[in-house]
């Protein structure tokens, strides 16, 4: 079965956004990246002034950036990821191995990955290692080929070893950083969904023969976390219409992140029980249903600002970039098409804290 209705790689082949072309290429039909098409076309997206620009964002990871929020774009790791997204790797551009260097370079003593910010009313910077940070900067060294680093071995090890067992199930809650003053917005003894589904996507990027099994009960306090949302909300992690529909770039905790990340443990639904492969299916069915319209297509809905040049930042036409990389997240779960199609979204309950009431799809 199709996920998206009328599949939309015809017109992803033939748009003028060259990284959209890349991904249904490369991502979509499995074309090998030396592939003469594929290398013209990731050629094409380095030369887009786009692309450019996004490299130019690519601060010096020793400067001291004002960040919002780790969702926002301008933090590095996200932006590295958004370059990622886009077929750009570490020997496309000097800018990204140097970053990616200088990220290996702070650590912790017990080897959490640090980031330089200042946080709150503090009269300086500092290099604090919130799991927020520490996870991101792992996930994003592992998946830009620098997992067999030690240091990036060592990080692995602590987050591991940082795994508790919240109130939810075994996940990552919110951790005091001596350095920081504070441990983030997260209640005692409950889990991050955001610091977890970093560390799992991190793990994802790790082979087979060294990702320890422990993980894949994470992935089940995840999708856990989705039966539970009428009784229980993590501190500022709903599972309303702002979970259902993507923001632009996306860089945070919703269904697009969700299915992103729990799709790349297939054992959840061809091992795991009856409730983890339901709950999967009702995510990935409001994903399509508050993103994709009749015509297979994505129309970004929300997006962040800065981005009005791309076209991921304009929320009135059709954007490629985003419908490729929903095909990518989708495509995953093939094998739970039929699952998927069978959920009505507006009979899912909503989320505690809520009218009670599903709003429908736009």
């Known amino acids: ?42 050629v094409a997206v380095l030369d887009d002034p786009d692309t450019q620009a996004l490299l130019d964002r690519l601060v ?26 886009m077929g750009v790797g570490e020997d496309d551009d000097e800018r990204i191995a140097a970053m990616l260097d200088a990220m290996l370079e702070h650590q912790d003593a017990e080897d959490r990955f640090q980031a330089y910010a200042r946080w709150r009313k503090m009269d300086a910077p500092v290099w604090g ?18 997992a067999s ?6 990080a692995f090890e602590r987050m591991l070893e940082d795994l508790a067992g919240t109130d939810m199930g075994r996940a990552w809650p919110c951790r005091l950083d001596p350095a920081v003053g504070f441990r983030g917005p997260g209640r005692k003894n409950e889990p991050c969904p955001q610091a977890t589904l ?28 989705w039966r539970m949302r009428g009784e229980r909300k993590p501190f500022m992690f709903g599972h309303g219409r702002n979970f259902k529909r993507a923001k632009w770039p996306v860089t945070w905790y919703g269904a697009f992140e969700v299915v992103d990340t729990l799709g790349r443990y297939p054992e959840l639904w061809r091992d795991g029980d009856a409730e983890d492969c339901r709950s999967l299916a009702e995510i990935a069915a409001c994903l399509i249903a508050y993103n994709v319209g009749e015509d297979g297509r994505v129309t970004p809905k929300s997006a962040f600002m800065g981005f009005k040049q791309y076209s991921f930042g304009q929320k009135k036409a059709s954007c490629a970039f985003a419908t490729a990389r929903l095909a990518v997240v989708l495509r995953r ?30």
């Open 60 to 85: 010096p990871w020793e400067e001291e950036v004002v960040l919002g929020g780790h969702d926002k774009p301008e933090f590095r790791p996200n932006l590295l990821n958004l370059l990622a997204d």
């Open 198 to 225: 970093e560390a799992l996507r991190g793990f994802s990027y790790l082979p087979d023969s060294v990702r320890p099994p422990e993980v894949l009960d994470v992935a089940h306090t995840s999708l856990g976390i």
């Open 129 to 146: 290692s919130l799991f927020c940070d520490a996870h991101a900067i792992a996930e994003t060294l592992a998946r830009f080929r620098r």
């Open 333 to 362: 779960l093939d094998e739970l098409a039929d699952d998927i199609e069978a959920v009505d979204v507006l009979s899912l309950g909503g989320s505690k804290g809520g009218s009670g009431t599903t709003v429908p799809p736009s």
């Open 149 to 154: 680093d030690p240091r990036v071995v060592r």
């Open 1 to 42: 079965m199709d996920l998206f209705g009328e599949y939309p790689r015809p017109w992803l082949l033939a748009s003028d956004d060259p990284a959209a072309r890349w991904i249904a290429l490369v991502e979509l039909s499995d074309v090998p990246p030396d592939d003469p098409d594929a290398h013209a076309t990731h």
